[in-house]
């Protein structure tokens, strides 16, 4: 069985997966498949109405970055 046809999200053919763990308690992003450590703020911009690129910023704590 698919991950879709489970109702999941196979992130590593995504180009940015956000996941919110409970409300205001976490949450895990990931680019290109990989999973990002370190984030501290993370802003995204997608507007589906009018169909603009969607856009993000991410802002890291420095040294605290895995690579």
């Given amino acids: 069985m698919s991950y879709e046809e489970k109702g ?3 992130v590593k053919d995504k180009a940015l ?3 919110q763990k409970d409300a205001g308690n976490g949450f895990e992003v990931y680019q290109d498949g990989k999973k ?6 993370i ?11 969607t856009t ?7 040294g605290h970055t895995k690579g």
């Fill in 56 to 62: 993000h910023e991410i802002e890291y704590l420095t």
């Fill in 36 to 41: 990002i450590e370190g984030i501290r703020e």
């Fill in 43 to 53: 802003n995204i911009n997608a507007d589906i109405d009018l169909g603009y690129p």
């Fill in 8 to 10: 999941l999200i196979d």
């Fill in 17 to 19: 997966v956000f996941v």
